[in-house]
């Protein structure tokens, strides 16, 4: 029989299958799941403090969740390496107007594009022979 070792209440009702997991420093896993209010939370019990400003805002000061801010309705979350040179993973997130590949651990936007379809899908990897890695979106 299985037996849980811990629990946490999350305090944020979330989208189903809109979780990820990454590893924004290059070491620890992060939990990352998309809000019903258009925001993106990070559970990252190994590292409290990050840096502040932009888009990420701490729930508490000794919290181990930070919020991202999207303002728009999230359709749908990813975590990967975009640099193979570079050991942290990025987040992907898409709207139903708008791709953002965001930097978690420098708390900076990669790049914010117009996709007219929307975002209904992600995933990041290599794709065939093209060297570089990919964020491929379904629209």
């Known amino acids: 029989m299985l ?6 209440k999350l305090n944020h ?12 420093d290059g070491l620890h896993p992060a939990l990352t799941c998309a809000t019903t ?9 190994h590292q409290r403090h990050g ?4 888009r990420v ?11 991202l801010n999207i303002n728009q309705g999230v ?7 975009l640099n193979p040179l570079n050991t942290c993973d990025i987040l992907a997130v898409g709207t139903q107007t708008n791709l ?6 420098n708390n900076s936007d990669l790049f914010y594009k117009d996709v007219a379809d929307g975002v209904n899908t992600l995933t990041m990897g290599n794709l065939g022979n093209i060297e570089k890695p990919l964020v491929i979106v379904g629209g």
């Open 75 to 81: 359709s749908a979350v990813c975590a990967g390496r």
């Open 51 to 54: 840096k502040k400003g932009g």
């Open 57 to 67: 805002t701490m729930e508490t000061s000794d919290s181990d969740i930070s919020m």
């Open 37 to 45: 209010a258009g925001k993106v939370f990070i559970h990252n019990p």
């Open 100 to 105: 953002l590949a965001y930097d978690v651990q």
């Open 13 to 24: 009702k979330i989208h189903a299958r809109m979780v990820t997991v990454g590893k924004y």
């Open 3 to 8: 037996v849980p070792i811990f629990t946490f």
